[in-house]
């Protein structure tokens, strides 16, 4: 069974830092890339980093490029967002996805359709 499990979302006061995490199971995760999004209520759900399979490529929403880093440990199956400088606006459901091109090394995918695989999410609030 397919599984993509987020944690590390919590409460944090304006200026803080968390770090997320996404582990994979039930396929191959080390071969494909994987995707953070979020979605505040009310809101579309937004993009907010990537990084292909390997880990050698990443990319970044507008809104975040700055303060968050994605990066990736292949070998415990596991996808990370380090994020800096979080602002309320920041307060959002993260969801990790994996993509669907297995070993694919061009630039990573921004628009949900790219994903197949989506986890539960994780509640990251930010107040000031």
């Known amino acids: 069974q397919v599984r993509l499990v987020e944690s590390g979302g919590g409460s944090v006061q304006a200026g803080g830092s968390l770090r997320l995490s996404c582990v994979g199971s039930g396929f191959s995760f080390g071969e494909f890339g994987t995707g953070w999004f979020r979605q505040a209520p009310g809101k579309e759900r937004e993009f907010v980093a990537a990084?292909?399979?390997?880990?050698?490529?990443?990319r970044y929403g507008d809104s975040v490029k700055d303060k968050f880093i994605i990066t990736r440990e292949n070998a415990k199956n596991t996808v990370h967002l380090q994020m800096y400088n979080l602002q309320p606006d920041d307060t959002a459901a993260y969801f990790c996805?994996?993509?669907?091109?297995?070993?694919?090394?061009?630039?990573?995918?921004?628009?949900?359709?790219?994903?197949?695989?989506w986890g539960q999410g994780t509640q990251v609030t930010v107040y000031s």
């Open positions: 990084i292909n399979w390997i880990g050698e490529s990443t």
């Open positions: 996805a994996a993509d669907s091109r297995r070993y694919y090394s061009g630039r990573p995918f921004s628009s949900p359709a790219d994903y197949v695989h």
